[in-house]
């Protein structure tokens, strides 16, 4: 299976391929996933997990046909070392909040998983990374609480403190600041919708 044939595969899913490394296929959401994602069996049966089970019934299905192995950011531990995957493809980076950026969707970045091949799947295709270009960096200031400085580890705790405030409460019904304020992530938004229920997961 070639990496167009991925492509094919995985966009009626709402999926694209996010970077590959010699053998390995990263895969993530594209715009369109919430329209996919919301009217599937695993969204409207009110079980835990939903987005973690939608990724392995579509991902493994596809390894299968592939001749792949799957792999998945949840599965662990052990944890596969999916930041230094997505390093490797040349399509990300460090940003200056000390998340990871890609080159096209920002910091909208939801990798769902990854096929692993017995062979190379073609070349690898390195990119600029877009923080080189931006001279004034609005992700640094966007969080109302610094837990994205950049300067220290992401501070966990603070950022779900403030998400019990009334304050707080935009960020849980409309998304991530920092992730907003991305000039690449703005050209690859997510419905309002889609970030209230990735917010709400995050909280629980």
Request: charged residues 20%; proline residues 8%.
């Amino acid at each position: 299976m070639t990496l167009n044939d991925i492509t094919t595969a995985i966009a009626p899913h709402g999926l694209l391929i996010m970077g590959h490394s010699a053998n390995r296929v990263l895969i993530g959401t594209n715009r369109d996933w919430w329209d996919h994602f919301s009217q599937t069996p695993e969204y409207n049966d009110s079980q835990h997990d939903p987005v973690d089970r939608w990724s392995k019934r579509i991902l493994n299905d596809l390894a299968e046909r592939a001749g792949a192995r799957a792999y998945f950011p949840s599965d662990g531990p052990p944890y596969a070392p999916f930041i230094g995957w997505a390093k490797e493809t040349g399509r990300f980076w460090q940003s200056p909040t000390g998340m990871l950026i890609h080159d096209t969707t920002g910091l909208m970045i939801s990798i769902r998983g990854a096929l692993e091949f017995s062979h190379p799947v073609g070349d690898i295709a390195c990119t600029t990374n877009p923080c080189e270009g931006c001279s004034d960096r609005p992700c640094i200031a966007a969080c109302p609480v610094g837990a994205l400085s950049g300067t220290q580890p992401y501070d966990v705790p603070a950022c779900k403190a403030f998400l019990d405030t009334e304050n707080g409460q935009a960020c849980m019904s409309g998304g991530c600041l920092v992730r907003q304020a991305c000039p690449v992530s703005q050209a690859f938004g997510r419905p309002s919708a889609q970030s209230g229920f990735h917010m709400k997961a995050f909280r629980r």
